[in-house]
Nanobody, 130 residues
């Protein structure tokens, strides 16, 4: 079974930081592209970041570029999303996902991951207070 377990969410003040983790099992993480997505109440799920399976290409939504960093530790079969300078508009449930490649759409001059990845974690809540 392919399983992804996200953790690390919580309540943080504006300007604070969090690091989300996603532990995966049932497959070898370094064979896959990894992505993070988020969904705020009443909104559609949106792509946050994606990194290709060979780690050569990384894509970030404009709203998080420069503040969020996606990484992986293949030895631990775990991927991470480090979030700095958090704002109330970053409040959402965050999801990790994997696929063979980063599935992207071109919007507003940037490539952003699309929410049609193959396998998903259960989500972890991030709440940023003002």
């Amino acid at each position: 079974d392919v399983q992804l377990q996200a953790s690390g969410g919580g309540l943080v003040q504006t300007g604070g930081s969090l690091r989300l983790s996603c532990a995966v099992s049932g497959f070898t993480l370094d064979d896959f592209a990894i992505g993070w997505f988020r969904q705020a109440p009443g909104k559609e799920r949106e792509g946050v970041a994606c990194i290709s399976s060979d780690d050569r290409s990384t894509y970030y939504a404009d709203s998080v570029k420069g503040w969020f960093t996606l990484s992986r530790d293949n030895a631990k079969n775990t991927m991470f999303l480090k979030m700095n300078s958090l704002k109330p508009e970053d409040t959402a449930v965050y999801y990790c996902a994997i696929d063979s490649t980063c599935k992207l759409s071109y919007y507003g001059g940037s490539y952003i991951p699309t929410a049609d990845f193959t396998s998903w974690g259960q989500g972890t809540q991030v709440t940023v207070s003002s």
